[in-house]
C-alpha cells in the first residue's frame, strides 16, 4: 500500500515552469506505476502522465508533450512533474496516483490518489 502526497503547486505566469513532486509512503512503491492526472473547474479529471515502476515507460497526453516530463527516483520514494511553457489551460488541481498496473494510459487503474495540488497559471 502507498499513500500519495503532492507537492508544489503554486500561481505563475504564462510560460512559467513549476516542478510537482509525489511523495509516496509504503516499501512497495518501487512496484507501483505512477500517474499524474489533473481536473480544471467544471471539467472531468483527465490523465496527463505515467511512469512505469522501472521509468523504462513515458506516456504523455498529446497537450503536454514536449513540455512536461514524468519522473521518479525510487530510493527516495517520490514522482515529479516539470512543468515547463504552463498555459493558462493548465490551470487545475493535479492528482498524483499509484497503480499496480502497465503504465499504457488506457488501461491504467490507480488504487492509491494524493489529495491534490492546485496549479494556477494566468495570461
Known amino acids: 500500500q502507498v499513500q500519495p502526497v503532492e507537492s508544489g503547486g503554486g500561481s505563475v505566469q504564462a510560460g512559467a515552469s513549476l516542478r510537482l513532486s509525489c511523495a509516496a509512503s509504503?516499501?512497495?512503491?518501487?512496484?507501483?506505476?505512477m500517474g499524474w492526472f489533473r481536473q480544471a473547474p467544471g471539467k472531468e479529471r483527465e490523465f496527463v502522465a505515467t511512469?512505469?515502476?522501472?521509468?523504462?515507460?513515458?506516456y504523455y497526453v498529446d497537450s503536454v508533450k514536449g513540455r512536461f516530463t514524468i519522473s521518479r527516483d525510487n530510493a527516495k520514494n517520490t514522482v515529479y512533474l516539470q512543468m515547463n511553457s504552463l498555459k493558462p489551460e493548465d490551470t487545475a488541481v493535479y492528482f498524483c496516483a499509484a497503480g499496480r498496473g502497465i503504465a499504457v494510459p488506457s488501461t491504467f487503474r490507480p488504487d492509491y490518489w494524493g489529495q491534490g495540488t492546485q496549479v494556477t497559471v494566468s495570461s
Open positions: 509504503g516499501r512497495t512503491f518501487s512496484s507501483y506505476t
Open positions: 511512469i512505469s515502476a522501472g521509468s523504462s515507460n513515458k
